[in-house]
């Protein structure tokens, strides 16, 4: 059992059968036509030759196919981890330099690393820090940053770095300078690609306009009008070896490698649950990120960059029909034959095509109408999304996401601290027990304050407790005689909180005012017990249901 639950191929291989392989073996072919000018354009983002999108496929696929919990997902490059990859080592070389490739790839070799300790040490659930408005406003953010970086290659001008407002500048700036025969080469691919995505979308568009570019280019002559294109690359598998490794520049890399791994586990995590959803498979978190590490591992081994589960290339094994990761190994096998047999074909391949395929791939991940949505639901949590969405267009794709997560964190620190109360009341005919602010028909007692907190007693809420009580009481009228604490809600309670309940208790006593709870449960009430809390308040005043409590008042004061 230990076995299969470290290689999760061996669970469901034994029952595979022919038919699933024919549905796998179509299912492979389309993930490759989607795959292959995608990672070409991602290692456009990445700032790496188009070739080693390509390395970085074959082994990643083959390891998540043998660790992997999830039966069609689907590993490989991925815009917002490339972008990130970008940043990152950009801060360290240029692209120019023969050093960012091997930085690329020991940055990939270090989000390995970092992914198999969380699994070996069960933390699968730091992706739990990254709320989904974070998560949707930074990937909104990434989409625009990704799409703005692609345009001086669509438009044949010169870019430049800087933040979305300063790359967005600087193209309307040189816009008179953009060079026609990129531009339209460039925009017609564009427009290829929405036509065969809107009318036919079971042709692979990206695949089939790369190789209508490609014919174009060779049959008029694109070069020769100015249009920059792949001018060969040379058939082969990469060299295998791990990267070089150097100390120097150690913490720039692991604040990339941190923000990949949280973003990318976070998207990996989102595919891999969408397939289950579909298919009804258990999900393993810890082992999810054990094949996340492996795979980057193999990826840096083989002269890749990084790679996480792919939400857009899942979806698409799922409508091709895959039944299980068969369809990875199949595709997998499809790459290596190409990069062996049929990478001269994608000679004379115009850059301003590969970026018309990324802007294309980015519009599709482009969910404006889920701010829209958001801000319908919670103000709150739309202004923490638009936060995360403008930190990336603002300051940095690692801050953009880094503001996001520190006000989600403030924000539950809010609710923890103050997570709000309510004075209940008796539902008519009914033994149910309502806030009287929201059911105006339930029936209070005179003398009784019924006080309900929303949320477990401990220390940064303890003495937000004390004071709304205490203010609630004051403006009760008629006089308060009982307090009745709805105690339901204390999941948990400390120390502070229990001595914050004494003291509370004897300011009750000295105004006459009695204190009492309603169904505590048994550890919360055990921890009372230990502190003497119940002994100082009286058992008698400890009641298992809120009309208990509410009979004993009326018994001694009819």
């Not at 100390?247 to 990996?268: C, T």
């Not at 149910?432 to 339930?442: F, G, K, L, T, V």
């Amino acid at each position: 059992m230990k076995i299969k639950h470290l290689f999760p191929i061996l669970q469901w291989l034994p029952s595979y059968n022919a038919n699933c392989f024919r549905a796998d073996m179509i299912a492979g072919l389309t993930i490759w036509a989607v795959m292959i000018p995608e990672a070409m354009a991602y290692s456009a983002i990445a700032g790496v030759p188009a070739i080693m999108g390509l390395y970085t496929v074959p082994l990643p696929l083959l390891v998540y196919s043998i660790l992997g919990t999830s039966k069609t997902m689907v590993i490989g490059p991925d815009s917002a981890t490339a972008l990130i990859s970008a940043v990152t080592i950009g801060a360290m070389a240029s692209t120019e330099n023969a050093q960012y490739l091997s930085l690329t790839s020991t940055l990939a070799l270090l989000v390995g690393i970092l992914f198999s300790l969380l699994g070996i040490l069960k933390m699968g659930w730091v992706a739990n820090f990254i709320p989904m408005p974070v998560m949707k406003g930074f990937i909104q953010g990434l989409v625009w940053l990704t799409i703005i970086g692609q345009v001086p290659k669509t438009l044949g001008i010169v870019g430049n770095s800087g933040n979305f407002w300063q790359k967005l500048i600087h193209i309307i700036e040189h816009s008179p300078a953009l060079h026609l025969p990129t531009t339209l080469v460039g925009l017609s691919s564009l427009v290829l690609l929405l036509f065969f995505k809107r009318y036919y979308p079971k042709i692979p568009a990206a695949l089939t306009t790369v190789v209508f570019a490609i014919l174009m280019a060779r049959i008029f002559h694109f070069q020769q009008h100015g249009v920059e294109v792949i001018s060969s690359i040379a058939t082969g598998m990469p060299i295998f070896r791990l990267p070089t490794f150097s100390l120097n520049n150690l913490d720039v890399m692991m604040g990339g490698a941190f923000a990949i791994v949280l973003v990318g586990y976070a998207e990996s995590l989102g595919a891999a649950k969408a397939a289950a959803e579909k298919y009804g498979e258990e999900i393993d978190g810890n082992q999810e990120l054990i094949s996340y590490g492996l795979g980057n591992i193999a990826s840096s081994v083989s002269s890749g960059f990084v790679v996480v589960g792919s939400l857009s290339k899942t979806s698409v094994a799922i409508e091709a029909g895959a039944v299980s990761q068969v369809s990875s190994i199949v595709h997998s096998i499809l790459v290596i034959l190409t990069l062996l047999f049929l990478m001269p074909l994608f000679s004379n391949l115009p850059y301003a095509t590969l970026s018309a395929v990324v802007i294309e791939a980015m519009l599709g991940l482009s969910n404006l109408n889920y701010l829209k949505r958001l801000r319908s639901i919670s103000t709150l949590e739309f202004g923490i999304a638009i936060a995360s969405f403008m930190g990336v267009l603002f300051l940095d794709v690692l801050l953009g996401i880094a503001v996001g997560v520190v006000l989600s964190l403030l924000l539950l620190l809010d609710r923890v601290t103050n997570p709000g109360f309510a004075i209940l009341g008796k539902l008519p005919d009914e033994e149910m027990y309502r806030d009287i602010a929201r059911h105006r028909e339930s029936i209070t007692i005179a003398g009784l304050l019924i006080f309900r907190f929303n949320g477990s007693l401990f220390f940064p809420n303890a003495n937000n407790f004390r004071s709304a009580l205490l203010k609630t009481i004051q403006f009760t009228y008629p006089p308060v005689l009982q307090v009745l604490i709805d105690a339901e809600t204390f999941n948990f309670i400390d120390v502070t909180a229990i001595e914050m309940l004494s003291k509370l208790n004897s300011t009750l006593r000295q105004r006459d005012i009695v204190l009492s709870l309603a169904r505590v449960r048994d550890p919360v009430r055990d921890l009372m017990k230990k502190m003497e809390l119940e002994k100082q308040i009286g058992s008698q005043y400890f009641y298992e249901r809120i009309s208990d409590g509410m009979a004993f008042f009326l018994e001694n004061h009819p």
